[in-house]
């Protein structure tokens, strides 16, 4: 979108919001007819109720039924000599939990949900309430040589009697007729419906391959780890691509390969780079020519659509079609969520966080993404519930604190983000916490506190954060800046406009590297630099094809008309922003609120602009609904 079409974005675009609803005309009001109905109506819905009331409290123990057709399957535990083969034992139970998640008669919770109890709790009674089923399987591996001993019970978690046990030994190149076995076992133990699909899916054997499978496993393991960080991404690639080099025919790995690189590319946890998205694609449509039938091949290349080329209704057919294959996989709606937030449509994304919530209840990624949305809308208070959630699971989180002060933040409350931030200490990889520091040392015009920590950070830059270590270095400019630390503020943000030039090339569609490039520019003075990269970030990120990444091009380009003195074309773009939800531009992504106007420095120079004034005085626009 060039700038020049901007205003006419802003004037003509609108959110989804509020439909005016049609006023009944009283002539045509029925009310004296049905008045005595809805009163007998009234009465039989108490009396329903009430026999509700007293049936849930009286009622008899369930029997084996739908309600009971549920089941979690926790972290298995590792008794190997060797505590390096603990990826071993990961890899079997989620072996097991994949192919019970593909009989569409048996609820199954993702493992992401399950991988914060330790193996074989105590309080298996609170656990299955929490996860919301009937039945727990617990079990251990203990992998010797080419041998494996695994034992697995079932138990059902309201009276935490054992249902079914058993103990298999087998030989590494016999591994996966345990993992049918034990499905198939509790299938029958819970009376499911298995139809011969299902029986076929859950028999397959992935590879032919034990060394391609022990790479597999070690790569799936680095993928279930609680927190994804680019050494977990690399350490998964690493060994899923030495698992397809060993056996060029294992379509699941190829499959997860892609997953992987997809994830990566969409949320920058890797260089969003040319060849990454290359990779994405060759491995989803690899796995696809292996095996059309494979559900994880299927997601994988729904994700490539979705995350490498935004082609969302394609993207929305493939997780429709793997659904057919992976009934119980939270990944689906998961994604679909996704997609509905980038078209902007907030009801249907909501709608599919929550069922996603009801298969992976415990999922800290898939709260705090839906917590993520609620500030996106500025609906705060909601995106604090989802958020202590997520605390209730992991305390003491760092990324999940910061994002909490965030929203202090674009509240006002400098305060209580101070008191949340002051605790933190967070590394060089933990970038938003690390910018939400620095955010609110600038939002407080204290910046002096947190210069110190930038420049330690920065005099051994991790390679590994690629173009961030350039965002970085423009955050210590402008603490410098705030701190009339002029020379020294001109300086970093020179080396900052390098460091980020080094990556642009091979990252040319990566708006938030585009608009770190334009604000550092703007700073440096050059404002037709700035204002020709906000182009190209825009061009890269439309905002009709992303509803909460399109706009941040546009609040760089509303700071940028800021600092260059250009009230009415930063006031016009404000204005619009205001009233929309979206992703914001700075540390965790908070969009603008009227507060932020308030106390961020960069529009220091609209204070004495009655339009600003207004706008930094209104209402915080939360009443932007779904």
Same mark, same amino acid.
């Given at each position: 979108?060039?700038?020049?079409?901007?205003?006419a974005?802003?004037?003509?675009?609108?959110?989804?919001?509020?439909?005016?609803?049609?006023?009944?005309?009283?002539?045509?009001?029925?009310?004296?007819?049905?008045?005595?109905?809805?009163?007998?109506?009234?009465?039989?819905?108490?009396?329903?109720?009430?026999?509700?009331?007293?049936?849930?409290?009286?009622?008899?123990?369930?029997?084996?039924?739908?309600?009971?057709?549920?089941?979690?399957?926790?972290?298995?535990?590792?008794r190997?000599?060797?505590?390096?083969n603990?990826?071993?034992a990961?890899?079997?139970?989620?072996?097991?939990?994949?192919?019970?998640?593909?009989?569409?008669?048996?609820?199954?919770?993702?493992?992401?949900?399950?991988?914060?109890?330790?193996?074989?709790?105590?309080?298996?009674?609170?656990?299955?309430?929490?996860?919301?089923?009937?039945?727990?399987?617990?079990?251990?591996?203990?992998?010797?040589?080419?041998?494996?001993?695994?034992?697995?019970?079932?138990?059902?978690?309201?009276?935490?009697?054992?249902?079914?046990?058993?103990?298999?030994?087998?030989?590494?190149?016999?591994?996966?007729?345990?993992?049918?076995?034990?499905?198939?076992?509790?299938?029958?133990?819970?009376?499911v419906?298995?139809?011969?699909?299902?029986?076929?899916?859950?028999?397959?054997?992935?590879?032919?391959?034990?060394?391609?499978?022990?790479?597999?496993?070690?790569?799936?393991?680095?993928?279930?780890?609680?927190?994804?960080?680019?050494?977990?991404?690399?350490?998964?690639?690493?060994y899923?691509?030495?698992?397809?080099?060993l056996?060029?025919?294992?379509?699941?790995?190829?499959?997860?390969?892609?997953?992987?690189?997809?994830?990566?590319?969409?949320?920058?946890?890797?260089?969003?780079?040319?060849?990454?998205?290359?990779?994405?694609?060759?491995?989803?449509?690899?796995?696809?020519?292996?095996?059309?039938?494979?559900?994880?091949?299927?997601?994988?290349?729904?994700?490539?659509?979705?995350?490498?080329?935004?082609?969302?209704?394609?993207?929305?057919?493939?997780?429709?079609?793997?659904?057919?294959?992976?009934?119980?996989?939270?990944?689906?709606?998961?994604?679909?969520?996704?997609?509905?937030?980038?078209?902007?449509q907030?009801?249907?994304?909501?709608?599919?966080?929550?069922?996603?919530?009801?298969?992976?209840?415990?999922?800290v990624?898939?709260?705090?993404?839906?917590?993520?949305?609620?500030?996106?809308?500025?609906?705060?208070?909601?995106?604090?519930?989802?958020?202590?959630?997520?605390?209730?699971?992991?305390?003491?989180?760092?990324?999940?604190?910061?994002?909490?002060?965030?929203?202090?933040?674009?509240?006002?409350?400098?305060?209580?983000?101070?008191?949340?931030?002051?605790?933190?200490?967070p590394?060089?990889?933990?970038?938003?916490?690390?910018?939400?520091? &620095?955010?609110? %040392? #600038?939002?407080?015009r204290?910046? =002096?506190?947190?210069? /110190?920590?930038?420049? *330690?950070? !920065? $005099? +051994?830059?991790?390679?590994?954060?690629?173009?961030?270590?350039?965002?970085?270095?423009?955050?210590?400019?402008?603490?410098?800046?705030?701190?009339?630390?002029?020379?020294?503020?001109?300086?970093?943000?020179?080396?900052?406009r390098?460091?980020?030039?080094?990556?642009?090339?091979?990252?040319?569609?990566?708006?938030?590297?585009?608009?770190?490039?334009?604000?550092?520019?703007?700073?440096?003075?050059?404002?037709?630099?700035?204002?020709?990269?906000?182009?190209? &970030?825009?061009? %890269? #990120?439309?905002?009709?094809?992303? =509803?909460?990444?399109? /706009?941040?091009?546009? *609040?760089? !380009? $509303? +700071?940028?008309?800021?600092?260059?003195?250009?009230?009415?074309?930063?006031?016009?773009?404000?204005?619009?922003?205001?009233?929309?939800?979206?992703?914001?531009?700075?540390?965790?992504?908070?969009?603008?609120?009227?507060?932020?106007?308030?106390?961020?420095?960069?529009?220091?120079?609209?204070?004495?602009?009655?339009?600003?004034?207004?706008?930094?005085?209104?209402?915080?626009?939360?009443?932007?609904?779904?």
């Amino acid at each position: 979108m060039p700038i020049a079409l901007v205003f006419a974005w802003a004037f003509e675009l609108t959110p989804e919001g509020l439909k005016r609803t049609e006023e009944v005309d009283p002539a045509e009001s029925i009310t004296h007819r049905t008045g005595r109905k809805i009163d007998f109506t009234i009465i039989g819905v108490l009396l329903a109720v009430i026999g509700g009331l007293v049936y849930q409290r009286y009622r008899p123990p369930l029997v084996a039924g739908e309600s009971e057709k549920s089941i979690a399957v926790l972290p298995f535990e590792n008794r190997s000599e060797e505590k390096a083969n603990a990826y071993f034992a990961d890899g079997i139970q989620d072996e097991i939990l994949a192919r019970l998640s593909k009989i569409a008669d048996l609820k199954v919770i993702s493992r992401t949900s399950t991988q914060h109890y330790k193996s074989m709790p105590e309080n298996l009674r609170d656990i299955g309430s929490q996860l919301g089923v009937a039945y727990i399987l617990e079990g251990s591996v203990q992998k010797s040589g080419d041998t494996v001993r695994v034992n697995v019970q079932l138990i059902k978690a309201a009276s935490d009697s054992h249902l079914w046990s058993d103990t298999f030994d087998r030989k590494l190149t016999d591994i996966f007729s345990v993992e049918t076995e034990v499905a198939k076992a509790i299938a029958d133990q819970l009376r499911v419906n298995l139809t011969g699909r299902e029986e076929q899916t859950i028999a397959a054997r992935p590879t032919d391959n034990p060394e391609a499978y022990d790479a597999y496993l070690r790569g799936l393991a680095f993928t279930l780890k609680a927190a994804t960080t680019p050494a977990t991404t690399l350490g998964a690639q690493k060994y899923l691509r030495q698992a397809v080099r060993l056996d060029p025919k294992f379509a699941l790995s190829w499959a997860l390969l892609s997953y992987v690189d997809a994830i990566s590319y969409v949320s920058f946890n890797l260089q969003p780079t040319v060849a990454l998205r290359k990779e994405t694609r060759e491995a989803a449509e690899t796995a696809l020519s292996l095996q059309p039938n494979l559900g994880e091949a299927v997601l994988a290349k729904g994700y490539y659509h979705y995350a490498c080329l935004k082609e969302y209704d394609t993207a929305v057919r493939y997780f429709e079609q793997a659904r057919q294959f992976l009934p119980n996989s939270s990944r689906i709606p998961e994604s679909l969520a996704y997609v509905a937030r980038r078209q902007g449509q907030w009801n249907r994304s909501e709608s599919y966080f929550n069922e996603a919530e009801r298969l992976d209840p415990r999922n800290v990624n898939l709260l705090t993404q839906h917590a993520i949305s609620y500030i996106e809308l500025r609906r705060f208070s909601e995106a604090l519930r989802k958020l202590d959630q997520v605390l209730d699971i992991t305390p003491d989180d760092v990324d999940t604190l910061a994002l909490i002060a965030a929203v202090a933040q674009a509240e006002g409350d400098l305060t209580r983000a101070a008191a949340l931030l002051a605790p933190l200490h967070p590394a060089a990889g933990e970038s938003p916490a690390l910018e939400t520091q &620095a955010y609110q %040392a #600038i939002l407080e015009r204290r910046p =002096a506190q947190i210069i /110190p920590r930038l420049k *330690e950070i !920065l $005099a +051994r830059p991790d390679p590994a954060l690629g173009y961030q270590n350039g965002e970085l270095r423009f955050w210590l400019g402008w603490a410098q800046g705030v701190a009339g630390e002029h020379a020294a503020a001109q300086e970093s943000w020179r080396q900052a406009r390098s460091e980020l030039e080094s990556f642009f090339k091979e990252q040319p569609e990566n708006y938030l590297l585009i608009g770190d490039l334009a604000l550092t520019n703007m700073a440096l003075g050059d404002n037709a630099a700035a204002l020709k990269l906000i182009e190209r &970030a825009m061009a %890269a #990120i439309p905002i009709e094809k992303d =509803a909460i990444a399109g /706009p941040a091009p546009i *609040e760089v !380009l $509303a +700071r940028v008309a800021a600092g260059m003195g250009d009230s009415d074309r930063a006031i016009i773009v404000l204005q619009k922003l205001l009233s929309i939800p979206y992703d914001g531009v700075l540390a965790s992504g908070v969009p603008l609120t009227p507060a932020l106007l308030r106390l961020d420095p960069m529009f220091d120079p609209l204070r004495n602009d009655p339009r600003f004034e207004k706008l930094a005085a209104s209402l915080a626009p939360g009443d932007v609904k779904k």
